[in-house]
């Protein structure tokens, strides 16, 4: 396929006009100002087109998708005691397939292109994952509240078996984590049992619920004698590339051992602000050297998947928070939704609009109202856009979303069954 | 127009589904769920469309738009001084009537229908305004810095024969409203001319900034011995209908003035964050009984018109700035960006989707994914749908705007002209 004549961000955040951009199978083949020699199966007009890297969407929960603006304005514990959990308790196989291929559907809507995933039912979301033609890394999270031997826990069990049947799966489309929940859900000796696997199959990211919210930060400190993040680094949790959710009441400490040991922070702007955890200090992180992803969180607590929107609030948010306008350039946002997300993902090929790079492309609109005049760019991509400016996504050389329409997704069908579904599970409760 | 089988949110804030809305000349003459009589010149197939009263910005400064993006990451002095002054210097009637044209196309694309705009060159907003076919309430707002004899400046005069041309013009789609542009930018003189000139008038709104940032709170009171709110009111200004932007750092007090004086609040959530400036404290001020709208602000500090992210930020801004996930509900919300600001801009059959009132009505597409599946569909108003999902903008029983489509705007000329008036004056600095 060829983008032609068409305005593109590229690996270096230059934006560069009139270029064409050629793929071929899964991988861009050319990026320049002159059109490429060959055939081509289709020619993409870019005319008030943006071409840039898909968006890397590096902590969610898919399924809960079917939760969307269920249980509003609660306090946290009973949002979960009430609403959430007794919900959770009801899904199955289906529901789970549905709620996900739901929110694939949503993500590439929005410019996503690979979703950093931790939840259960994980062979359903591989399933979902899979027909939907995006890309995720998932992972089957562990818990542990009875002191079980983790070795004999179900969910270590089916965490084993996910990675042997889908890690690399579909070309390399999927991939599977490792996941703790996190500190307070789970005992030492799962925490370890799961670092040792992990070790010991190396080819593996560490998914973590870390420092979400305060009473989950102090009652660590309390229980351990140290922060989330210091326990996790002692478990050896951190000793694979790990990815560390939320991170809002991190200290310096605690960055300085993201820091040394690689950890990439997914911050998680709108879900920790609508359920007033707190802000992420991201300036901090970032000028820490510490790599920085974003993430939707679950669209139950978001309740939405537009990335730019969340780009905006991770910008909007952390400026207030310290009553600094002058923190958080759009520059670092992009990065982080792209490059970072990659990174976080253990995708080298991908997060780059370059030659070489896999071919997992969005198209934005950028011909609207909204996007003029045009003094910098990427200061109205961040601030100024919106997710359904996304005009086509592109995973692995293949377009999934074009102008409202999905190529590999029955949309009226999800729909119908992702309702159906809850509907179902509210009926039982 | 026949809206037929549409979705609708009503007055009483009820989703009715199977709708039929009728409008007749600019008004709404029908809404119930049996098809109405008669021949109607348009049927609109409401098959996955949300029919609900379109959005009203209570604070705006349409022209700078052609400021949008520009001037990112300086602190707030840095950016009035290097940046907005310098450029708004230049400015001319071509340029303000283009950044005019340009917002109100971007204001229609966001459901926008109504819009308090404040500014100066104010005939050439009226002009673009009136020739864009939504409705503002325009407002000369007037500084005074020299001590010159109020009634001698040119901006009061400027201001007065405004009133008087343009007051209620285009079958009441365009109001003069009066402005303070605030009281660290003017004296008590000024202040006191202008209140006697509103009181005489009568009929008409006082817009004026007050304590958006906690300096200019302070040195009020440092200056006066009182807040900013309590001067205003000292001053006479609230002697007419009021409407305070942003009173982000207003207390208890000067709340219960608001009330007590029937001033109508309205919060810019996105721009109070984005220059970091604060968050107000909008759960408190509706508790307290005082009328809310929402502004954009100006796109020089938005920097967009996404009345959808508004809205979302709103309610996510407060909820972390107080800890307090269950403070400002979506439907409080919905009615701000609605009822309240038509109460705001002194507009008494605006704002409403009832039989009798203005038909200023958006549809919004709900068969998308982000809207599935619907627990609430207020939440997912709020919380889940982004600007772009407006696919008819009407006002006055005339559509504006339909799926990409102006109908009164040459968007492409528009945005030419407002690109090249931005290059002329970025040539002059």
């Avoid at 911050?267 to 920790?272: D, E, K, Y």
Wanted: hydrophobic share 40%; with cysteine; proline share 3%.
């Amino acid at each position: 396929m060829l983008f032609s004549d068409i305005t593109l961000l590229n690996d270096h955040y230059e934006i560069i006009p009139h270029a064409f951009v050629a793929t071929e199978g899964d991988t861009i083949a050319y990026v320049g100002t002159e059109r490429p020699e060959g055939d081509f199966g289709r020619e993409y007009d870019g005319k008030g087109r943006l071409l840039m890297s898909g968006f890397i969407n590096a902590h969610a929960h898919s399924p809960m998708t079917l939760m969307r603006g269920y249980g509003e304005n609660l306090k946290l514990q009973s949002w979960l005691n009430d609403r959430i959990f007794p919900f959770e308790a009801q899904l199955d196989s289906n529901a789970v397939y549905w709620g996900t291929m739901l929110s694939m559907a949503e993500s590439l809507q929005y410019g996503i292109v690979s979703t950093s995933d931790m939840y259960y039912f994980c062979e359903d979301i591989a399933r979902a994952v899979a027909d939907s033609g995006a890309k995720a890394n998932i992972s089957r999270s562990l818990t542990n509240f009875t002191g079980q031997e983790p070795q004999t826990m179900e969910s270590f069990k089916e965490m084993k078996v996910l990675y042997e049947n889908y890690h690399n799966a579909e070309n390399g489309r999927i991939k599977i984590d490792m996941s703790l929940h996190g500190e307070y859900t789970s005992d030492p000796r799962t925490a370890k049992a799961l670092a040792e696997y992990a070790a010991e199959i190396g080819d593996t990211i560490m998914h973590i619920h870390v420092s979400e919210t305060a009473s989950e930060h102090e009652e660590c400190i309390q229980r351990h004698g140290m922060s989330p993040a210091a326990y996790l680094e002692s478990m050896g949790l951190f000793d694979v590339p790990a990815l560390a959710a939320h991170c809002v009441y991190s200290t310096e400490d605690d960055i300085e051992i993201f820091r040394r040991k690689g950890v990439t922070v997914a911050t998680n702007p709108v879900s920790n602000m609508k359920l007033a955890s707190g802000i992420c200090d991201v300036s901090r992180i970032l000028e820490k050297g510490v790599n920085v992803a974003i993430g939707t969180d679950s669209v139950a607590s978001n309740n939405s998947l537009d990335f730019f929107e969340e780009m905006k609030v991770l910008a909007i948010g952390n400026k207030v928070a310290k009553l600094q306008p002058e923190i958080m350039t759009p520059l670092q946002i992009i990065k982080a939704a792209t490059e970072g997300g990659a990174k976080a993902q253990g995708r080298a090929d991908c997060g780059r609009l370059a030659a070489g790079a896999k071919a997992d492309l969005i198209a934005i609109d950028i011909a609207s109202p909204n996007m003029h005049p045009v003094h910098d760019m990427i200061n109205n991509l961040v601030y100024s856009c919106g997710g359904r400016a996304v005009t086509l996504t592109m995973v692995d050389g293949k377009v999934l979303y074009e102008n409202g329409e999905f190529t590999t997704i029955d949309i009226e069908k999800t729909i119908y069954e992702a309702e159906k579904a809850t509907e179902g599970i509210l009926k039982k409760l």
